[in-house]
């Protein structure tokens, strides 16, 4: 695992001191070793935290007539079959890395034919000595990162945005348009970054920068698409699938670990992986408990365990470099969780696998029409669901207009069309209530409706509902929130997490499970978790969802906490961009417990704790190092 930087600037006479300052701002992604490329116009920059070949893999990495170079963030899972082809087919190889297979795989094939032929999670950057030409890729489901900047003859690629600030033809200046959608959706909503002129690579799309003009095509998409397996025939190749891809996800040359919570994705990786280390972590608090739990699955499988515990404190001042890891303002709370959680890992291993992706795959969310706890609604609302279109959408709108109801909810968004309720998992502020917060200059933005659109107008000939909600959040949630926490909080301990759910052959297992089988009056993830119960034991595979749950409204009700958030929302800077009575007078009534706007207090704090950073501070990294506690009792 590892931080790619680089740049195409004529107009900088001296690259190297300039690249190696953009290495330096990410070397917790590889505090192990770096390596350069300065030819002509082009400057290529690596960070390397050593996982496979630690003796010889050290990027950039050429092809034998050192006509071609590749830097490489991530791990291709089938890299040593890929390599005995090439080798039959007479690459010589100078390393036992996968980074030098995908090198010789695209002098074989293209970059079409590799990106066919790989597994794995990758963002990576070949450039051709003798053309100048480069060529880029993400991976299919944007697990690792990959942003560019284009503008004014200064073209900036790289795993983090705050490596191009080191730029000096870089111009930072905030997205406007960003905020009002960031509001609504709690992560950055939309491919410009909050940067101005800052854009992500999207997941399953290659790039390619040739005689100054940049091209992105997409070459891999989730499809999904109805098989006709019995329901055991289902469960044995979800188990079979997971199985194959943990035992994938193993391989590493230092020591393998995997974070383990109460709930049945990390479970069951947990539980088929059998690593020496799992890790949990709670705060101090009894609001939220989950350690309990991880630490008795841990005995009941033989593993060892180490639970950490995050006080307020630690919590609160960690905030300022957590939004500095993460680039963009992020305000989902398990953020927090975490970070605490690798720190706490970093102890022992470098390599960690986690359950991320489990959800979307699966349909794991209670938002796909899961929120009745009644067994006879659910019964009800699967009945529903059998009915034609027309009449279900008929229902669904009569639904929607009835005084409220137990079960109503869930009723409702089993019959309607998912584009008219379903904008994702995370939904702080409404879009009338975001525009009535912000500045006037901050309410020209992209509207949620044609945000989401962009992903619902790709599978508009889906007759399932769930299948366009799953699809959504796919490319939404998942990737602009749950991923990109994922690797900025593990990178920001020197940590490679990996995710066996989010694989190209889980992937296409997943795509062909009926939703009967997995939304059911019986359960939520259902097909998922009976697989899973031919590892865990069965009161695991049933257990409910909760999430990393993060006790922000415990914190805001505290004094010194308060205090601290109201210093930020009546600052100068806060009222450039906000409403400063309207966001005062809510944090007041979170505070006395006269509302519970703690999510949208929190995602209003999140930003200015960001723009603080970036924009005040100038992308200076916060001097704190935030401590997790182990108990007494849990110390070996």
Sequence with gaps: ?????????????????????????????????????????????????????????????????????????????????????????GHIFSTETDTEVLLHGFEEWGIEGLLKQIRGMFAFVIYDLKTGDITGARDFFGIKPLYYYNREGTFIFGSEIKSFLKEPNFKKELNKAALKPYLTFQYSAMNETFFKNVFRIPEGHYFTFKNGKLSIKKYWDMKFKENHLSFEETVKIIDESLRDSVKEHEISDVPVGSLLSSGVDSSYVTAILKPQHTYSIDFDTSTYEEGTAAKLLADKLGLENTRGIV?????????????????????????????????????????????????????????????????????????????????????????????????????????????????????????????????????????????????????????????????????????????????????????????????????KVASGVPTKYLLNSKDSKYALRVAAERALPEEWAKREKLGFPVPIRDWIRTKEVYEDFRKLFASDFAAEFFDQDAILKMLDGCYKGENDDRRKVWAIYTFLIWYKVFFIENGKKPDVDPQVVIPETEKA
């Design 1 to 89: 695992m590892c931080g790619i930087v680089g740049f195409v600037d004529k107009n900088i006479a001296d690259k190297k001191p300039v690249i190696e300052a953009m290495m330096e701002t990410i070397k917790h992604r590889g505090p192990n070793s770096s390596g350069e490329l300065v030819d002509g116009d082009t400057a290529l920059g690596f960070r390397r935290l050593s996982i496979i070949d630690i003796n010889s893999g050290m990027q950039p990495i050429y092809n034998e007539d050192k006509s071609k170079a590749i830097i490489f963030n991530g791990e291709i899972y089938n890299y040593q079959d890929v390599r005995k082809d090439l080798k039959a087919a």
């Design 311 to 507: 006080t307020k404190e630690e919590a609160v001042k960690s905030l300022p470099l957590i939004q500095w890891y993460m680039d963009e303002p992020d305000a989902n709370p398990s953020c927090v969780p975490l970070y605490f959680l690798t720190k706490l890992a970093s102890r022992d291993v470098t390599v960690i696998l986690s359950g991320e992706g489990a959800d979307e795959l699966f349909a794991g969310y209670a938002n796909y029409g899961f929120h009745s706890h009644s067994k006879a609604v659910r019964v009800i609302a699967e009945d529903l669901k059998k009915l034609p279109k027309g009449v279900k959408y008929k229902l669904a709108h009569g639904l929607k207009k009835m005084p409220n109801f137990p079960g109503r909810l869930h009723l409702y968004e089993s019959t309607a069309k998912a584009e008219e309720f379903f904008i994702g998992q995370a939904k702080i502020f409404t879009e009338k209530e975001a525009a009535d917060l912000v500045k006037p200059e901050f309410e020209k933005s992209r509207s949620v409706k044609d945000i989401v659109m962009r992903s619902y107008n790709k599978v508009s000939d889906y007759d399932d509902e769930v299948k366009k909600m799953q699809y959504l959040d796919f490319h939404q949630f998942m990737t602009n929130d749950i991923l990109l926490k994922a690797d900025r909080m593990s990178m920001a301990n020197s940590m490679e997490l990996r995710v066996p759910f989010l694989d190209k052959e889980v992937a």
